[in-house]
């Protein structure tokens, strides 16, 4: 399994329309392969959208994209509202937990963390043990490393009901000592976005 992640960033003021295209064509694509997830973004970098497709492998994704070009409103047309687009080819941990439709928050934290070339397996390592007391406390929507893009990539995103329950989570596993993992040692840098799913996303 292979997860793309495509992050658009769009022209201030332009969102309620590029959702309103974007949902007139989904149904159509959904028939060849299930979206995963979309999120606009609300603390981080702003005016941008993040959506997630799954997929078997990179056969499958090129065979889907191939045939979407064949569905009648897709791709859905978003050039003029849009100033950037980025995407990302990510495998899934072993103890990433499947990517299906969920009822698991009101907002979503995105982390995205650069490790040094070659540090990833250790991550996975250090990470796994760790998991299942920390995913007690919020649920994990899934964590991934990049292999096409930006390489040495680790991104995990996380569900809660708002922000403050995200502060209290978050003081509450460090103060427990169950997060977060030691890998900063391999860390180059940092990122994290809040972002809210749309009302035809899939994850909510």
Known sequence: MILEMRTYTHKPGTLKELEERFSRGLPGR???SPLGGF???EVGPLNQVIHLWPYEDAGHRDR???ES???EGWPPGLSDLLVAQETK???PAPFSPPLEPRKLGNIYEIRTYTFQPGAIPTVIERWG???EARMKLSPLVGC???ELGTLNQWVHIWAYNDAAERQRIRAEAERQGIWPPKTREFMIRQENML???ADFSPLH
Do not use: G
Request: overall charge positive; cysteine-free.
């Open 89 to 91: 080819i990510l495998t």
């Open 144 to 146: 991934w490393s990049s």
């Open 69 to 71: 070009r064949n569905v």
């Open 30 to 32: 959904v028939k060849l």
């Open 195 to 197: 972002v809210t799913p």
């Open 39 to 41: 999120f606009r973004t």
């Open 64 to 66: 889907i994209r191939a």
């Open 129 to 131: 043990p760790m998991m």
